[in-house]
């Protein structure tokens, strides 16, 4: 977006004096006036028949907030922060994303193991801690989804399946054809045919194989 719009990308604010130091310079000068001024008694005239302040003290609080070391430090580290990501370049991030997906691989090749033993609920925490690195891998969303239809979980599978054609791959043949057995576990049979037909549309040269799956999911699936 246009930094025209938004003024505060602007960086010529480096180049001009700092308010900041300006504003506590006002404050010490004031803080040190009060310390200055003599003190006043306020509780003379008062006696146990009278009690009533009729002078009012002047008292110049210093406020915490204020200080330079909680104003400056914070902010420093965060400008830090900034300054790193900024600098960060296209390679590195690449190869960063690089080793998150090696990650991601690997929690999926545990989950795999797991889930060919049957243990679902295992394959389900790799498949979880797989998308902790990789947050848009089709194949962790619908090996998790499979172990959830596993487990007669047919809602939280169709959280994952719904969640892949929706934001990450519409075409994604393996997801339309979970959804599919799902919903026909779940005698939603327009749900199923629907998803059926868009197996088909979206993965024609795949037809054989969308086939065979079908018979081998209405005795297995």
Not at 4 to 21: A, M
Not at 31 to 36: C, H, L, Q, R, V
Not at 160 to 183: E, I, M, P, R, S
Request: charged residues 30%.
């Amino acid at each position: 977006m246009s930094s025209y719009i938004h003024s505060e990308l602007h960086e010529d604010f480096l180049l001009r004096p700092s308010k900041v130091d300006d504003v506590l310079k006002l404050l010490h000068e004031i803080a040190k006036t009060g310390k200055d001024k003599a003190e006043v008694d306020i509780s003379e005239g008062v006696t146990d028949t009278s009690f009533v302040v009729m002078q009012r003290q002047n008292v110049v609080k210093k406020s915490r907030s204020l200080s330079k070391r909680n104003i400056f430090s914070k902010p420093n580290m965060n400008q830090m922060t900034f300054m790193r990501q900024i600098d960060v370049s296209e390679e590195e991030r690449k190869k960063a994303r690089a080793e998150r997906v090696s990650v991601a691989n690997n929690f999926r090749r545990l989950g795999n193991a797991e889930y060919r033993k049957s243990n679902f609920d295992k394959a389900i925490d790799y498949y979880t801690k797989g998308l902790n690195y990789i947050n848009d891998s089709p194949v962790l969303f619908v090996n998790r989804s499979l172990c959830n239809i596993k487990k007669h979980e047919y809602k939280r599978a169709l959280l994952d399946l719904d969640h892949v054609l929706n934001h990450l791959d519409g075409c994604c043949l393996q997801a339309w054809l979970y959804k599919a057995g799902t919903l026909k576990r779940m005698n939603n049979e327009a749900g199923y045919e629907e998803c059926v037909d868009n197996a088909r549309r979206f993965n024609s040269p795949s037809l054989k194989y969308i086939e065979n799956f079908l018979n081998k999911m209405r005795s297995e699936f």
